[in-house]
């Protein structure tokens, strides 16, 4: 497909923001479900099998939504991603590569992670070990995604200049924490398949 | 009147029934178009309708609306191989003509 | 004369008007084709009843070639010129494939496009596919008439981006109309009617001769969804072949075997196997260029020899299961796909593995033949009433390579396809006016360790200070599971732009070349052949467009666009009475491009419509 086709094609519902598109309140906190759900539902309309017999015109009508529609839910479904995201409609742009600012207590949780992942591959039964591993992991991500809420939902309250510069700092610090948790579960999965070799 | 179906039709019949997993039987009937008159329609049946005429035939039903069965008296559907080509074909004591492909014909 | 079959209610279709379609398994040692009639799959035989086509090619002297049977009789006494497993070739460089274990002389000119030494020439892979391909596109043109729409082809769920694209090539040389690459799995399971059953997860196990699949799909609410895939493209049941024939080279004393010796090992190996997939036992008798043995194999030793094969694939079964996020328990089907899975002990092992007893009431040869056919019916239109959405993924991560080697993935595995995905990337240097981008595959963090794809340099950056530049680059996989690449310089308005096709080291003009040789045709045929191609294209762009205005052209166009597009119809069906094949591509082009808003407004009208209403939460 030549990129300029696609340039030239303006399909003006895909301008909705992601969570307008996938018919969800904006919230960090969303129902998996209801989110792929109504990502197939729009997928089942846009998809480019649904076009094989029609004209170029409305084949990249097709490959432009579909990509498009993907690219929300990925967005969506990445609890970072999700986060970094809200703050993005609220005019906010998350740096990923900024570093944390001083938070000793995740500095010390974000070590004892790597060390417990570290010392798995050389443990004896290290499936028990990582599923409990998953479980903390999980637990924070949990309680990370509770703190985003709150500090999302305060921040789009609030009018003071100053108290929103605070808030979004602790937001954009917990979007990098969620992000953390995100590339920790990938070294999981790469470790299991690592294990399987 | 009357409209049968050849033993190997019936048996086809069944089959794609069978796979379909529902259907009351099928439809024959004739509609106008095509390169010669009319053309003949073939069709699974889930719904009937009050004036269908209904035959059985190796104990497939076949569905006729009244106005096709006058085309179709006499009719025999067979099942047949032509080198790789296979499917059913109707041999109509009604017809005069055909189009070559046998799709439709003129009565 | 033409044959009915039986339709869908209300969807009898004018004479003349019927659409068919095909699915094609281009296997590693058998292919075949299969259709649907009356709303069955079947698979078209030849007029012995023949089903399966043997994957082999032999070239004779002169320009003659022999596909299937013939071929594969021959294969022992004429190895060099007789091509087996070329799916295993396909898209692959030099390195990647076991040159020592062939018979064939490999040119070594372009490792990167390795090609066979053959009596009538040079052969790449793509070629001797595409005869292969041939022979069962006649067999359909034959049984279904010359109207076939296009055809869908499967390749194993794990083939890379150049296995699939090389492929597609050799549909294009063999001038079929690919209506889509299909993964196997998801055509198995297509066939097995899972698409229609209750919602689930469902396990694909396909080994056949020369690949190794498994897939985990989920079917909910109308759409089946690749979850995970992964496998081995280079273990299949010839390696179980492989493996009996060094045990009988051993039981035979380890004498060195020539190539035609080897090959007639390996065939009493196949038998072996085969027979052993009914009996406790067999007797073999091996006779070949002088040399005499006989003995025997029984179904325990056999079972010893190939379980550590067996063993090897569940490594991968629990990969993707670990990608899928499933459990063993969670799974509702089991389908054996593959030769190989005929053999007890492969299924007694496998279904222990995944706790289910697994399906294998469909013949395992066929079985990705029918599900093909399946969904290129349901591509066409054919199915209206159960349509269902099949969503694939990509196999193995796409990503880009840094600074010191190391791979900035862009795509991760196992992504759903079609996708885009773009990322910023800058300039490391003051005064830096251009960027190599090199494009990889593969799940390891340096480059060395991935897939080479494609390299290309983006050039005309303005200069400016290190970081300052923002190049924008676009990875876009298509519904078929193909990758293009563009990068676009961002930056106080200047923009520059190129873009990338990864080949297996076939440049389009090669393709065209290939293309242009492999016409059995006298030119003139050929252009009309392409004439007749471009018409069957504009037939059917107006038929679509027609439709759409019918349904649309008053509530979406303005009087200007809708004449606009009307004199852009009138032109095409002007000229393509005319046999100016360039003015029907020009009218295509044309009446596509006056066209492009609609679609547009179409797709946004039918997103829209199930975003305000509740047809989302219908759906």
């Known amino acids: 497909m030549p990129d300029s086709a696609l340039n030239n094609i303006d399909i003006k519902s895909l301008s909705a923001n992601y969570f307008e598109l996938l018919n969800l309140p904006a919230a960090f906190d969303i129902d998996k479900k209801v989110l792929r759900k109504n990502y197939k539902a729009l997928m089942s309309i846009c998809h480019p099998d649904r076009f094989v017999a029609k004209s170029d015109a409305e084949k990249s009508a097709a490959v432009l939504a579909t990509a498009h529609v993907t690219q929300a839910f990925n967005t969506l479904k990445s609890p970072p991603q999700r986060a970094s995201y809200l703050l993005e409609l609220l005019g906010y742009a998350v740096n990923f590569n900024a570093s944390l600012s001083t938070d000793t207590q995740f500095l010390m949780e974000q070590l004892e992670l790597r060390e417990s992942l570290e010392k798995l591959v050389s443990c004896e039964d290290p499936d028990a070990e990582i599923?409990?591993?998953?479980?903390?992991?999980?637990?924070?991500?949990?309680?990370e995604g509770q703190s985003f809420q709150a500090f999302y939902e305060q921040l789009s309250a609030s009018v003071q200049t100053e108290s929103r510069e605070s808030l979004f700092q602790n937001a954009h610090d917990s979007v990098l924490k969620l992000r953390f948790l995100e590339k920790f579960f990938e070294e999981i999965d790469a470790l299991q398949h690592k294990l399987l070799d | 009147m009357s409209i049968s179906l050849t033993q190997s039709a019936a048996d086809h019949v069944k089959k794609y029934l069978d796979n379909r997993g529902h259907g009351a039987g099928i439809r024959l009937g004739v509609r106008t178009s095509g390169c010669s008159g009319l053309a003949y329609i073939l069709e699974f049946v889930d719904d009937s309708n009050p004036e269908d005429v209904v035959f059985s035939s190796f104990g497939v039903n076949l569905y006729i609306d009244p106005k096709s069965a006058i085309y179709l008296d006499g009719t025999e559907m067979d099942y047949v191989k032509e080198g790789l080509n296979e499917g059913f074909q109707f041999n109509n004591p009604n017809k005069k003509g055909e189009c070559g492909c046998g799709e439709s014909f003129t009565v | 004369m033409?044959?009915?079959?039986?339709?869908?209610?209300?969807?009898?279709?004018?004479?003349?008007?019927?659409?068919?379609?095909?699915g094609i398994d281009l296997g590693t040692t058998?292919?075949?084709?299969?259709?649907?009639?009356?709303?069955?799959?079947?698979?078209?035989?030849?007029?012995?009843?023949?089903?399966?086509?043997?994957?082999?090619?032999?070239?004779?002297?002169?320009?003659?070639?022999?596909?299937g049977v013939d071929a594969l009789r021959n294969a022992e006494i004429d190895p060099e010129n007789t091509v087996t497993s070329v799916k295993r070739m396909i898209g692959r460089s030099l390195d990647d494939i076991n040159t020592a274990e062939l018979p064939y002389q490999f040119t070594r000119d372009n490792p990167k496009a390795p090609r066979i030494q053959t009596r009538s020439g040079k052969k790449s892979p793509v070629e001797v596919s595409a005869e292969i391909l041939k022979v069962l596109y006649r067999r359909s043109v034959e049984s279904l008439g010359e109207d076939i729409e296009g055809a869908v082809i499967t390749v194993p769920a794990y083939f890379d981006d150049a296995q699939r694209q090389a492929t597609k090539d050799a549909a294009h040389l063999a001038g079929i109309n690919v209506l889509r690459l299909l993964s196997e799995p998801t055509a198995a399971a297509v066939a097995y009617g899972l698409d229609k059953q209750a919602e689930g997860v469902h396990v694909v196990y396909d080994l056949g001769g020369g690949t190794f699949d498994v897939s985990v799909l989920l079917f909910s609410k109308g759409v089946f969804e690749v979850l995970a895939t992964g496998g081995d493209t280079a273990l299949g049941g010839d390696d179980f072949d492989s493996l009996i024939a060094h045990w009988l080279k051993e039981q035979m004393g380890s004498p060195e075997l020539d190539s035609a010796q080897w090959r007639s090992l390996l065939d009493l190996a196949r038998n072996a196997k085969e027979t052993l997939t009914e009996q406790e036992k067999v007797n073999l008798n091996y006779s070949c260029?002088?040399?005499?043995?006989?003995?025997?194999?029984?179904?325990?030793?056999?079972?010893?020899?190939?379980?550590?094969?067996?063993?090897?694939?569940?490594?991968?079964c629990r990969k993707v299961m670990l990608d899928a996020k499933i459990g063993a328990d969670e799974i509702e089907d089991l389908v054996l796909v593959g030769g190989s899975t005929r053999s007890p002990v492969v299924s007694s092992i496998v279904g222990?593995?995944?706790?289910?007893?697994?399906?294998?009431?469909?013949?395992?040869?066929?079985?990705?033949?029918?599900?093909?056919?399946?969904?290129?019916?349901?591509?066409?239109?054919?199915?209206?009433?159960?349509?269902?959405?099949?969503?694939?993924?990509?196999?193995?991560?796409?990503?880009?390579?840094?600074?010191?080697?190391?791979?900035?993935?862009?795509?991760?595995?196992?992504?759903?396809?079609p996708v885009t995905r773009a990322q910023e990337f800058t300039t490391y240097k003051d005064g830096q006016t251009a960027l190599a981008l090199h494009i990889v595959q593969g799940e390891r963090e340096m480059v060395e360790d991935c897939r080479s794809l494609a390299?290309?340099?983006?050039?005309?950056?303005?200069?400016?200070?290190?970081?300052?530049?923002?190049?924008?680059?676009?990875?876009?996989v298509d519904a078929d599971g193909l990758l293009s690449v563009?990068?676009?310089?961002?930056?106080?308005?200047?923009?520059?732009?190129?873009?990338?096709?990864?080949?297996?080291?076939?440049?389009?003009?090669e393709v065209t070349k290939m293309l242009q040789e492999s016409f059995d045709f006298a030119r003139q045929d050929s252009e009309q052949r392409s004439l007749r191609e471009q018409q069957v294209e504009a037939g059917r762009i107006l038929e679509s467009i027609k439709g759409?205005?019918?349904?649309?052209?008053?509530?979406?166009?303005?009087?200007?666009?809708?004449?606009?597009?009307?004199?852009?119809?009138?032109?095409?069906?002007?000229?393509?009475?005319?046999?100016?094949?360039?003015?029907?591509?020009?009218?295509?082009?044309?009446?596509?491009?006056?066209?492009?808003n609609f679609a547009a407004k179409r797709m946004d009208s039918s997103i829209s419509d199930a975003l305000s209403g509740q047809r989302v939460d219908d759906l």
């Open chain 3, 486 to 509: 563009s990068a676009k310089e961002i930056n106080s308005g200047v923009e520059a732009h190129v873009e990338v096709k990864p080949s297996y080291g076939l440049d389009e003009t």
């Open chain 3, 548 to 596: 759409a205005l019918l349904v649309d052209g008053t509530r979406l166009l303005c009087n200007r666009e809708r004449a606009e597009i009307d004199t852009k119809i009138n032109q095409l069906e002007e000229s393509m009475q005319g046999g100016d094949l360039h003015a029907v591509k020009r009218g295509c082009d044309e009446l596509n491009a006056a066209t492009e």
């Open chain 3, 352 to 417: 222990d593995f995944f706790e289910c007893e697994p399906l294998c009431s469909i013949n395992p040869d066929h079985v990705v033949a029918l599900g093909a056919a399946l969904q290129a019916d349901a591509l066409i239109g054919n199915r209206r009433e159960d349509e269902i959405l099949l969503l694939d993924v990509t196999p193995l991560s796409l990503g880009l390579e840094l600074m010191g080697g190391l791979v900035e993935k862009l795509i991760p595995r196992n992504s759903t396809i």
């Open chain 3, 455 to 476: 390299q290309f340099t983006l050039r005309g950056i303005p200069p400016m200070v290190a970081g300052a530049a923002k190049i924008r680059v676009t990875f876009q």
């Open chain 3, 289 to 316: 260029g002088g040399l005499q043995w006989s003995g025997a194999l029984t179904v325990e030793t056999f079972n010893i020899l190939v379980t550590p094969l067996i063993k090897q694939t569940l490594r991968s």
């Open chain 3, 30 to 67: 058998n292919s075949l084709v299969a259709t649907v009639r009356s709303g069955q799959s079947e698979v078209i035989t030849n007029t012995e009843g023949q089903a399966t086509v043997p994957s082999v090619v032999r070239f004779l002297d002169g320009k003659e070639l022999v596909v």
């Open chain 1, 131 to 143: 599923q409990a591993l998953m479980d903390h992991a999980g637990s924070l991500q949990t309680k």
């Open chain 3, 2 to 22: 033409a044959l009915l079959q039986i339709a869908e209610p209300g969807q009898s279709i004018a004479p003349h008007q019927h659409k068919h379609a095909v």
